[in-house]
């Protein structure tokens, strides 16, 4: 079992930034992937960027250039540094591990952008 604690979330105005942490603990595990999802309501959860066990970070379109994510493999926590934000990127934001073919999620984290 695999748990997933999130921080950094909160209110900031239009352009600015937020780091969100998530650390992974647990018993004898190797985590494959770890990621950041969001979610809005009324609407499904969308996959934000992910970053593999070799290093790989993949980001969706719509935050290419914005956010960043990074992995630090040895303390088993990933990262996501979110610049320039926009009213759009309002969602709770939820860290997930994937370890084999299990997927773990955090509780999530708000990130208000707002005026």
């Known amino acids: 079992q695999v748990q997933l604690v999130e921080s950094g979330g909160g209110l900031v105005q239009p352009g600015g930034s937020l780091k969100l942490s998530c650390t992974a603990s647990?018993?004898?595990?190797?985590?494959?992937?770890m990621g950041w999802s969001r979610q809005t309501a009324g609407k499904e959860r969308e996959l934000v960027a992910a970053?593999?066990?070799?290093?790989?970070?993949n980001y969706e379109d719509f935050v290419k250039g914005r956010f960043t994510i990074s992995r630090d493999a040895a303390k088993n926590t990933v990262t996501l540094q979110m610049n320039s934000l926009t009213p759009e990127d309002t969602a709770v934001y939820y860290c997930?591990?994937?370890?084999?073919?299990?997927?773990?999620w955090g509780q999530g984290t708000q990130v208000t952008v707002s005026s």
């Open positions: 997930n591990a994937l370890v084999g073919h299990t997927a773990y």
């Open positions: 647990g018993s004898s595990f190797t985590i494959d992937a």
């Open positions: 970053v593999l066990k070799g290093g790989t970070a």
